[in-house]
């Protein structure tokens, strides 16, 4: 069975930073694209970040250089940091593991990140 856990969020203050972690299990997470969605309510989920098995990443211009994804084979885990946060940054964040070259997609079950003072 194949998990996705999510930890950290919360209630962060404008300006300040997020890191996020995401534990893969019951997968060989080498084959894996890892990445981070977010959704705002009334509004679609959108990209984050993404990060290949080789490291390649990827990310959105909306969020580019302000963002980092990171992954730890020998953890299973992929991180996201992100900084200088404003309350349009608030969301559900949530992890996802793509199998390529499948249809099959795997999703946690989200963690929530507020930005307010």
């Known amino acids: 069975q194949v998990q996705l856990l999510e930890s950290g969020g919360g209630l962060v203050q404008p300006g300040g930073s997020l890191e996020l972690s995401c534990a893969a299990s019951?997968?060989?997470?080498?084959?894996?694209?890892m990445g981070w969605y977010r959704q705002a309510p009334g509004k679609p989920r959108i990209l984050v970040a993404r990060i290949s098995p080789a490291g390649t990443t990827i990310s959105p211009n909306a969020v580019k250089g302000r963002t980092t994804i990171s992954r730890d084979g020998a953890k299973s885990s992929v991180h996201l940091r992100m900084h200088s946060l404003t309350p349009e940054d608030t969301a559900i964040y949530y992890c996802?593991?793509?199998?390529?070259?499948?249809?099959?997609?795997?999703w946690g079950q989200g963690t929530q990140v507020t930005v307010s003072s």
């Open positions: 019951g997968i060989d997470f080498s084959t894996l694209v």
């Open positions: 996802n593991a793509d199998l390529p070259g499948s249809q099959t997609s795997y």
